[in-house]
């Protein structure tokens, strides 16, 4: 166990982080913890359009385009059981939740990055490119700031 491991919440128990301690104030803009907990909401309640929905409003996403990111998130953790998302009111941020900020914020500056949805194998964390686009472009279009971050480390289509 790392020396400063902190006890991030989860939705039914504690749960050391396996990572390095980051705390969520000091590595995420305000929006961006809003977005963290937006998703987090998503992976921890059985009916996420219903308390999503409004969240989102708050961020200047419209309550019609709510089903896009309920599916991201749902896709992200069915095809990569491994991807560390918190609690919904955790103090920390995992590094994989940085990865998915860097990368909504990838598509939301490069939307000419696209590639034929087609040829994305099903069952895999790929199939998420289409809905990582879309997301991404409705964050950029509500005006949400991002973090400068490193560029994802998984490139789609370029």
Same mark, same amino acid.
């Given at each position: 166990m790392p020396l400063l491991a902190w006890p991030c919440a989860t939705v039914d128990k504690v749960n050391i982080m396996n990572t390095h301690t980051l705390f969520l104030k000091k590595q995420c803009s305000r929006s961006e913890q809003e977005i963290l907990r937006v998703f987090r909401k998503i992976n921890a309640v059985t $009916?996420?359009?219903l308390e999503v929905a409004p969240l989102l409003k708050r961020l200047g996403i419209p309550k019609d385009k709510t089903e896009e990111f309920t599916? %991201? $998130?749902?896709?992200i953790v069915r095809n990569l059981p491994s991807m560390e998302l918190l609690g919904p009111?955790?103090?920390?941020?995992? %590094?994989?939740e940085l990865e998915l900020l860097a990368t %909504?914020?990838?598509f939301s500056r490069h939307p000419h990055k696209a590639t034929d949805s087609r040829a994305l194998p099903v069952g895999s964390a790929l199939e998420n490119f289409p809905l990582f686009k879309a997301c991404g472009q409705m964050l950029h279009n509500a005006g949400i700031g991002f973090r400068a971050r490193p560029k994802p480390q998984v490139e789609i289509g370029e």
């Open positions: $009916i996420p359009q599916n %991201l $998130i749902e896709g009111n955790s103090p920390c941020v995992s %590094l994989d %909504l914020n990838y």
